[in-house]
């Protein structure tokens, strides 16, 4: 096996065992082992192994806070004894709704040179590894985190799957950094970011006998988003915060507070791909549901969308009746109404909207400019929302229309302010009852656990794109492969998805309809906003649109069957005593692929598969194993029975 080339400033060439010796912990069923100790130089290290074989090399641990550093010159001392974590969660929507979290506690505390101290909290569970730091006391002066040393250290032979991270204030009306990129895949671990901005999470590796996915969770607004940064020379990540440009209302870029100052956790999922995408360390790790949020109004479901069809100027009255008509056809409790409603509609008259749509069991979902001196985006309304006073009335009056939730668009990147203002913005719109999407937006990292009414985020290239290039509708197909096993692992994603025949404009879909039904079962999210208009929803097949009336609005558990990142997937989720099922290719050549029933306790199964012609479907009842051949970027989904 080659060794990985340690350019870090703490992976010294030479490592001898020292006075303070090494800490291990392992995962409850051994699997799993993490290594934390002290190189001849007193940094802090950790590695860690998987079934025997090295996964992460010696890579460093430590931070640099501006009245401490703790980069070298450390001790170390374990704290307590060993815990066992177990924790029982219910989640609202997500992969899973019961979930039982299980791993092993240990305690590390780094001593500095001038005796300050640092707490290095680990845990290892069956799926991976987990870390955060804490700075505990009690110090009323408020000071910056400057430099967090966490590093990734790898074998050279590693491959990794991550997407780049977009260069602040770049992009359309200075929108970037969104997480609407496209991952490079296979490529060697340790590649510099053609951006120079580093790598998003979750991002995906590939090394000897497991596959790893890193991310973080835990995000209480007292610091900042992180990413991962390479410079090309060696497979070393380490933990990167944000270009400095990523900040608003002049507020902290940089983890900026008092003591006690508290890190999120690390996340590092081990294993199978089975593992990998059936994980939910994402939320595991994620604080609990916050007890002033009472669920009863929190309801899932789908949504119609006429803005991913028709653009701006489908933002008006009588056509938003369309689309409140189609979701009360299609019994989905949801109807998104994008840009510029508070001009094209109004106030007045979006109150008498919710009215109607209140008198279809549809509820109204209202667009939102972030605004800010953070865009420059024209869309309202905006400025609505900048102060938790403008966004209380704001808000309270939302409420008062009849109106169920929130999409807020155009954030400012990664910094500490920017994650202060999401959580500002999530605890408001709970006090009144307002579900949240957020878009052009970080990654969520686990707040749909602390936040049921988090419904869904987008930090993905959706559909959109799709509709906007033909460059992406060609890569749709891989693009829509790679986000089982990456963006959408832990947090929901509004990729909006779902058109099953046709979309105004230049760009051609390459995709088949087979695999844009299977979306529906393949993506998660709280709420599903489905890209398709009323005329092309009633021009499918109504065994089609009864599939997509009759899925279910959340999933109970999920089973990975078969696939690999960029070109295929096989997938299961449940609901109630049902298992559904959503395959697609991601691939140039057909891709045969076979489910065995038996798996999920059924003699067969329902199937949606492409039809012979072009935009067509097939419907088909299967008795015994399941075989396709899927085309080319095409799909197929079901039920088994």
Known sequence: ??????????????????????????????????????????SALYEISYLGKQVLYPSALGLKREDGDFMDGLTMEPVGNELTITDKYNLL?????????????????????????????????????????????????????????????????????????????????ATNPSYEEYYEQNIQAGKESPTQSGWVYPALFRTGNAWVLITEAGMDGNYC??????????????????????????????????????SPWRIITIGSL?????STLGTDL???????????????????????????????????????????????????????????IGYDKMKELSRYAASKNVGLILWYNSAGDWNTVKYTPKNKLLTKEARDAEFAQLHEMGIKGVK????????????????????????????????????????????????????VLGFEMVTFTQNGADKQANHCAMLPFTRNVFDPMDFTPVNLTSYPGSSKRRTSAGFELALSVLFESGIQHYAESPGGMNSVPAYVRAFLTNLPFTWEDIRFIDGFPG??????????????????????????????????????????????????FRESNVAGAITVELAPAGGVTGYFR
Not at 1 to 30: G, Q
Not at 425 to 439: D, M, W
């Open 93 to 173: 929507h997500g992969k899973k709704k019961n979930v039982t979290y299980t791993a092993k506690e240990r305690t590390i505390r780094l001593r500095n040179k001038a005796g300050k101290t640092l707490d290095v909290v680990f845990r290892t569970s069956n799926d991976g590894v987990a870390f955060k730091y804490m700075l505990l006391g009690n110090d009323p002066v408020i000071r910056k985190i400057e430099k967090e040393y966490t590093a990734f250290a790898f074998d050279t032979a590693t491959r990794a799957w991550i997407q780049p991270v977009a260069v602040a204030k770049s992009g359309w009306e």
């Open 286 to 344: 994620a604080a609990p549901q916050k007890e002033n949020i009472p669920t009863d109004w929190i309801k899932p479901g789908k949504a119609s969308w006429s803005w991913i069809i028709s653009k701006d100027d489908s933002i008006v009255y009588n056509e938003q009746v369309r689309y409140i008509d189609l979701a009360h056809q299609m019994k989905w409790p949801y109807c998104l109404i994008d840009v510029n409603w508070d001009r094209n």
């Open 567 to 616: 070109e295929y997937i096989v997938l299961a989720r449940k609901a109630g005593t049902r298992w559904y099922f959503a395959a697609i290719n991601g691939t140039a050549s057909p891709k045969k692929i076979t489910i065995d029933p038996k798996q999920f306790g059924a003699k067969g199964a329902y199937v949606i598969a492409d039809g012979a012609e072009a935009g067509g």
């Open 408 to 459: 807020i668009d155009f954030f400012g990147g990664d910094g500490q302010s920017v994650i202060q203002y999401y959580i500002d913005i999530l605890e408001s719109a709970a006090k009144h009852q307002l579900l949240v999407n957020f878009h052009g937006a970080t990654l969520p990292r686990g707040w749909y656990r602390t936040y049921p009414h988090l419904m869904t985020a987008e930090a």
């Open 225 to 262: 988003a992180t990413r991962l940064v390479s410079d090309g020379k060696s497979p070393v990540y380490q933990i990167g915060f944000p270009d400095p440009r990523e900040v608003i209302f002049g507020k902290a870029l940089v983890p900026t507070s008092t003591l006690p100052q508290v």
């Open 274 to 278: 089975k593992t990998i995408t059936e």
């Open 1 to 42: 096996m080659n060794k990985p080339i340690f350019f870090f400033l703490f992976l010294f060439a030479s490592l001898r065992v020292l006075a303070a010796p090494p800490v291990v912990l392992s995962s409850p069923d051994r699997k799993i082992a993490a290594r934390i100790f002290l190189n001849e130089a007193g």
